[in-house]
Nanobody
């Protein structure tokens, strides 16, 4: 079965950096798009960044462009989200997602989507 396991969340201060990781297993993901969504308290889950694993095409939400970078290591079936210049509004639970049939800008959500369990990121002011 498909598993997406996130790691790397934590409590940081404004301006700090964090790197999230998402390790995928259970099938071949080479044709998939993998990405990150964020859900803040009381808000809907929102798209943050995505990457098409076979060619490396990326997409980002406007709110994180220039600060966040998504990358992948296909040999490890792992996707990373490097988050720099963090702001309090970046606080939320970050979810990894994989989908075989979506764009990267933005990454779509559908019954084909797989999800990780989420990792908490808290940015204090």
């Amino acid at each position: 079965q498909v598993q997406l396991v996130e790691s790397g969340g934590g409590l940081v201060q404004t301006g700090d950096s964090l790197r999230l990781s998402c390790a995928a297993s259970g099938r071949t993901f080479s044709g998939y798009v993998m990405g990150w969504f964020r859900q803040a308290p009381g808000k809907e889950r929102e798209f943050i960044a995505a990457i098409r694993l076979n060619v490396g095409t990326t997409g980002y939400a406007d709110s994180v462009k220039g600060r966040f970078t998504i990358s992948r290591d296909n040999a490890k079936s792992t996707v990373y989200l490097q988050m720099n210049s963090l702001k309090p509004e970046d606080t939320g639970v970050y979810y990894c997602s994989a989908n075989p049939l979506t764009t990267v800008q933005p990454m779509g959500v559908s019954p084909l989507s797989f999800w990780g369990q989420g990792t908490q990121v808290t940015v204090s002011s």
